[in-house]
Nanobody, 114 residues
Framework: QVQLLESGGGLVQPGGSLRLSCAAS????????MGWYRQAPGKERELVAV???????NYGDSVKGRFTISRDNAKNTVYLQMNSLKSEDTAVYYC????????WGQGTQVTVSS
């Protein structure tokens, strides 16, 4: 069983920045891929960014150039730096980890509004 603890969501104005964190309960070297998905009201869950154990990244088209995923191996933590936020980025953001199974965090709300 893998537990994922998310933090860093909140309310921000358009054009602002936030950083999300996701700490895993196991060594990050045991995780094949780790990252973030999001789900807005009335929409399907979509990929935001994923980082593989080998260091490859994959971003959703709507966040490319604005969001950056990174990790701290010593802390078993993945970060999502979100810049130039838009109202359409408003969603619940879920941390994701792929080991033998897919594990999900409880979600953290990000609201972009003036």
């Amino acid at each position: 069983q893998v537990q994922l603890l998310e933090s860093g969501g909140g309310l921000v104005q358009p054009g602002g920045s936030l950083r999300l964190s996701c700490a895993a309960s196991i060594s990050i070297f045991s995780i094949n891929a780790m990252g973030w998905y999001r789900q807005a009201p009335g929409k399907e869950r979509e990929l935001v960014a994923v980082l593989t154990r080998g260091g490859s990244t994959n971003y959703g088209d709507s966040v490319k150039g604005r969001f950056t995923i990174s990790r701290d191996n010593a802390k078993n933590t993945v970060y999502l730096q979100m810049n130039s936020l838009k109202s359409e980025d408003t969603a619940v953001y879920y941390c994701y980890a792929l080991v033998h199974l897919a594990y999900w965090g409880q979600g953290t709300q990000v609201t972009v509004s003036s």
